[in-house]
């Protein structure tokens, strides 16, 4: 086989991303499908692949493939290991689990990472760790602070380009679950109104000065509207800026080292965390392009998956 | 009518409490329901007041009533006011909403109480403060710290027997959005399992020692799990630990003045936060009785509706 071509998947909870690189890790074609692992049944995720990937496999029905995120979760594909910190590129590469009963084809996850059994607390991540070694190549960054923000928001301290430890904030499911199921979700209106940034300041100016009183401040976000003194499309914007400013607010000691901030998300999350920052007074810089399809190139040529 | 008997009613979210009081303010007989606001249709409570407490009105169909809580929110019989702090039991008596389709029988709802206007933000309670009125009342207290835990669990600050100040903490809330839908409660058992002490303890030292990574901290409720670092019969108790912990390390600069903290709550909640109380090493003492049915008593006492 001649290795100049990869199947890289980002196999999350609710999505799966496939990219077809070539030797260059460039991204030649990307499909995407509503296939995440939440939605498919244990012993469907070969069909999931072969389905969403059948234009490439039948050109070339040998592309190996290499898969980050929680495809690799208990509740995924094949349940692969948590590689404590410090982990880098290198440890990622000898860690993979290989799939063998592909009928020759090479299939390969990516572990996850965690914390090192000595740490005061326990932390894990899957499917970042392939987006931070992305994002450090693409940038030319060995040092950095890393903010992934979504569901569970992850900020990693990478020092010599390995990550050297990281932390979890529940930002977005806590969005999520206060949202459709407290009683701050009741005043909400459907669909999500437009952005609020006059609410989502005076939320982040309120958590800035109490970041320790977030679950009171939560409460605050139905007691205004009943007191008529915030109007209800401005609620959501308001109850985001608390759940970011307070994680923000947690972290803000370890970004004084002055490394660089590296933001890694979508545009809409990258812009709402931008403000917050900026709000803040907080340097940052985005990242570029599709850390995850570069993280995993990047193993894929170091694994010889493909060509260099 | 010889106004020597009274029904209170404290009539909640989720459940209705109705009791028959004598001319001293003593409950003569209790009756419960789990016919909470948020389960009646609009039009239906005189119907379920009347059913639930049909053989006291048989005997005496002329009884007074009083009730306190959501019965006077939006969604309950009838909308009644907020009374902006500083609010004392005469404020309240003053601003009680008069039903007046009941067929000649006497039916009173107590107003709420909120934040001052020009406060820093908003805050507001049903209910609860007439549990504060019966438990200084039953104490002999006139200046006070009052906690009332629960789905929205309150702070109250006394002075001169009025409320002054108070705030809310989503602890219960919280604590069930995260156990029913989010990550978190994945790994809890049906039913819930008993409480687990070490688990408590080590969830009040890390929020204690870190009071604003709260929404980190929650996440390695997951983690600790999946790293074997804690059993998943523990994971209730350490989740809990961390909510009330925030909400108590949140308190806690408001606690220093040296007043008396009461607790006012069931056995259970009176228990668990008296273990965390205890372990951050702040003096409290259980408010006896039942609060809500003394406070009405003192508010019917006080408007004639029931002979001192």
Known sequence: MDNDQLIGLDWGTSSLRAYLLDANGTIVEQLDARAGVQRIERGQFLG???????????????????????????????ETSFLPVPAGLDDLCGALTWLDDLAGRRFAIIPGVCTDPDAAFSDVMRGEETQVFGALEAEGLREAHLLLPGTYSKWVRAERSRIRSFRTFMTGELFDVLSSHSILGRLFRRPEPEFDLPAFKLGLDRIGEDPQALTSLLFTTRAEALLDRMQPPALPSYLSALLIGAELSAISDELRDGLPLLVVANPDLTWRYGLALDHYGWRWQAAR???????????????GLLRV
Chains 1, 2 share one sequence.
Do not use: N, Y
């Open 48 to 78: 999931a692949f072969e389905t969403l990937c059948a234009p490439w496999l039948r050109a070339r029905g040998d592309l190996p493939a290499v898969a980050c995120g929680m495809i690799g979760s208990r509740h995924g594909w094949r």
């Open 289 to 303: 392009g599709l850390p995850a399809a570069r993280g995993m190139a990047a193993i894929a040529h170091r694994t």
